[in-house]
């Protein structure tokens, strides 16, 4: 019986578990959270993977997907699992990795830790990283058969993703916001303006103006929100 369930969880670990089986539920649900980074482009940034409420699990396979166009893999670190296989599919934004013990491990904590490289062109702003499948072009975030426990039980963690922010100029060194940009129109007393970022036009500042008509249809601007 032992021998049986060894050669299930190392199956589960290669990759050639049968994703038609029937999940059965284990004791609890454990959690699985990505970490929230930040750093400029061409800087390496390290996003990781812990686990809490972890009721026994001997074998792991996942993905951890990521967006391509934005960062690179680069390596990874392991936290209170054995050494595990991975498998990089840098071309289409992921990477596989799998791990089978030879009992349950209870631990919560790192699993493991990924390292990326955000591209120079990367785009400023917050870009998600989370875990899926490991079969992730056929089954996607979908996780019902990635964890298994010695008792050949399937467990299925819920997931909160991560994310890493990639900073632009103005974090930091903050922004420079222009001259208010208003045109009102006739008759109107409340109008909306503008301030735009000279670091980075797309950091808009946008405000309500009061504006009170003098004589010679000269204006006054007062902010009011």
């Not at 680069?74 to 289409?92: A, L, M, N, R």
């Not at 990795?97 to 390292?115: D, P, Q, Y």
């Not at 785009?123 to 058969?145: F, L």
Request: charge should be negative.
């Amino acid at each position: 019986m032992k021998k049986a369930k060894r050669i299930i969880a190392i199956a589960l670990c290669l990759f050639m578990c049968v994703l038609a089986c029937p999940v059965v539920s284990a004791a609890s649900t454990p959690k699985i959270i990505l970490s929230n980074e930040s750093a400029l482009p061409e800087n390496e940034v390290t996003v990781d993977i812990s686990i809490t409420g972890n009721p026994g699990i001997m074998a792991m396979t996942f993905s951890v997907v990521y967006d391509k166009d934005q960062f690179e893999y680069v390596s990874y670190s392991k936290g209170f699992i054995s050494t595990p296989q991975c498998k990089d599919h840098s071309d289409k934004g992921y990477v596989i990795f799998s791990v089978c013990e030879t009992s349950n491990k209870t631990n919560s904590g790192n699993i493991l830790s990924v390292t990326f490289k955000i591209k120079k062109d990367a785009k400023p702003g917050k870009h998600t990283v989370t875990i899926g499948n490991h079969d992730y072009e056929k089954a996607g975030k979908k996780i019902d058969n990635c964890f298994a426990n010695s008792n050949e039980e399937y467990i299925v963690p819920t997931v909160k993703a991560g994310s890493i922010y990639v900073e632009g100029e103005c974090d930091q060194i903050g922004h420079d916001y222009g001259e208010l940009q208003i045109t009102p129109q006739p008759g109107e007393t409340q109008a909306t303006g503008q301030y735009v970022c000279r670091n980075d036009a797309s950091h808009i500042k946008t405000v309500t103006v009061k504006v009170t008509v003098h004589e010679h249809n000269e204006t006054k601007e007062e902010i009011i929100t």
